[in-house]
């Protein structure tokens, strides 16, 4: 073999060798801790919450939201129970339409999104999102600042300025990233 046609397989001998060996956060590392797993006490006074849809929280501040209502609860206890809004299909933490303060949001099943109002209400807030007339189907944070909703067959991501709606494929669900950090 001539020294160029070497250069290559020395190449290729040094990459895959490069991938074998011990690689932290493995048995063989010795990194792998048993999980423990323990109960955590969100609801002290075992509060009835109905038929559980969607759970989202804040903090100290927890919403489950249920197919006859809302239940909100403060360090885990009950401060208040709404009951106007029925049929709870999600929610989330978002942030506000302001970019800046965080909403513990529901979206009901005919589509809209109400926020959290004084621990104990909750408004629509649909149409300050310039989503009127959209079916809402989720809400997640995407980024500093921004929130996507996944509509029927749209995406829209806004941002505390403006609003841009995406067409997509009807999705069945929805994920972001970027926490409130």
């Known amino acids: 073999m001539t020294p160029g046609a070497l250069a290559p397989l ?3 001998a040094v990459l895959a060798l490069s991938g074998c060996g011990v690689t932290p956060h493995t048995r063989a590392a010795g990194a792998v801790a048993t999980l423990a797993v323990r109960p955590v006490v969100w609801n002290a006074a075992n509060a009835p919450v109905g038929n559980v849809r969607a759970v989202a ?3 100290d501040v927890l919403c489950v939201f ?3 209502g809302a239940s909100i609860f ?5 401060v208040s129970r709404d009951e106007h809004v029925k049929g709870w299909a999600s929610g989330d933490s978002i942030y506000a339409t302001d970019g800046t303060t965080r909403w513990l949001v529901g979206i009901d099943g005919a ?31 995407v980024g ?14 806004s941002d505390a300025s403006r609003v841009a709606v995406l067409s997509s494929s009807r999705f069945t669900m ?7 950090g």
């Open 10 to 12: 020395a190449c290729l």
């Open 57 to 59: 929280d804040t903090g």
């Open 66 to 68: 249920a197919e006859d």
């Open 74 to 78: 403060s360090a885990g206890a009950v």
């Open 111 to 141: 589509g809209h999104v109400h926020r959290l109002r004084a621990m104990s209400t909750f408004e629509d807030v649909t149409a300050r999102y310039q989503l009127g007339g959209k079916r809402v189907r989720g809400a997640t944070v």
């Open 144 to 157: 500093p600042g921004r929130v996507g909703f996944l509509l029927e067959s749209e995406i829209a991501l």
């Open 174 to 180: 929805f994920a972001g990233g970027g926490g409130f």
